[in-house]
T-cell receptor
Framework: DGGITQSPKYLFRKEGQNVTLSCEQN?????MYWYRQDPGQGLRLIYYSQIVNDFQKGDIAEGYSVSREKKESFPLTVTSAQKNPTAFYLCASSIRTGGLSGELFFGEGSRLTVL | AQRVTQPEKLLSVFKGAPVELKCNYS??????LFWYVQYSRQRLQLLLRHISRESIKGFTADLNKGETSFHLKKPFAQEEDSAMYYC???????????FGKGTTLSVSS
């Protein structure tokens, strides 16, 4: 079954802890993305990656880190430096970035709550 | 700077009424515009793209470059249209999709 798989769906973290959200895709897409979804804020871009071993910061990258060691995987680490990490995180992929490649395929999301 | 503006947070209409979800954009080049939809408890998914000029689930959207708008329209709303709608802009190669803040459409009978 093709698509984007995010895990875990729900995650609780204590203040000061780092946490890593997983995102895997089997669509053979080159590009992958992480967005943060907050009520009234829409989707804000955290990081994106066009190809393996390459990634760029989005609008709200501070306090987050990513890696792209494999084409299928794009994990997001929410560090203790992120001031307001409680949010819904969406991972997506596309054939490539820009232009008509704007069709993104999304995962079901991960909800992170900091206690 | 690239920007997508959806001025309405919430749009409430009755079943059978026309719907127009507004979207304005700011981009110096020739953008590709999209509408995405998120139904309750479902993944965010593509609804339509301007280049296709198609009608999906009765929705259409026309790109107006003069007004830099890409409004989503449907002549007769259905209850199953209730969802969150996001307008999005794709720029040049190498850039990521930019989303507006979204509009919640609520259709009641």
């Amino acid at each position: 079954d093709g698509g984007i798989t995010q895990s875990p769906k729900y995650l609780f973290r204590k203040e000061g802890q780092n946490v890593t959200l997983s995102c895997e895709q089997n669509l053979n897409h080159d590009a992958m993305y992480w967005y943060r979804q907050d009520p009234g804020q829409g989707l804000r871009l955290i990081y994106y990656s066009q190809i393996v071993n390459d990634f760029q910061k989005g609008d709200i990258a501070e306090g987050y880190s990513v890696s792209r060691e494999k084409k299928e995987s794009f994990p997001l680490t929410v560090t203790s430096a992120q001031k307001n990490p409680t949010a819904f995180y969406l991972c997506a992929s596309s054939i490539r970035t820009g232009g008509l490649s704007g069709e993104l395929f999304f995962g079901e999301g991960s909800r992170l709550t900091v206690l | 700077a690239q920007r997508v503006t959806q001025p309405e947070k919430l749009l409430s209409v009755f079943k059978g009424a026309p719907v127009e979800l507004k979207c304005n954009y700011s981009y110096s080049g020739s953008p590709e515009l999209f509408w995405y939809v998120q139904y309750s408890r479902q993944r965010l998914q593509l609804l339509l793209r301007h280049i296709s000029r198609e009608s999906i689930k009765g929705f259409t959207a026309d790109l107006n470059k003069g007004e830099t708008s890409f409004h989503l329209k449907k002549p007769f709303a259905q209850e199953e249209d209730s969802a969150m709608y996001y307008c999005a802009l794709s720029g040049q190669a190498g850039t990521a999709l930019i989303f507006g803040k979204g509009t919640t459409l609520s259709v009641s009978s």
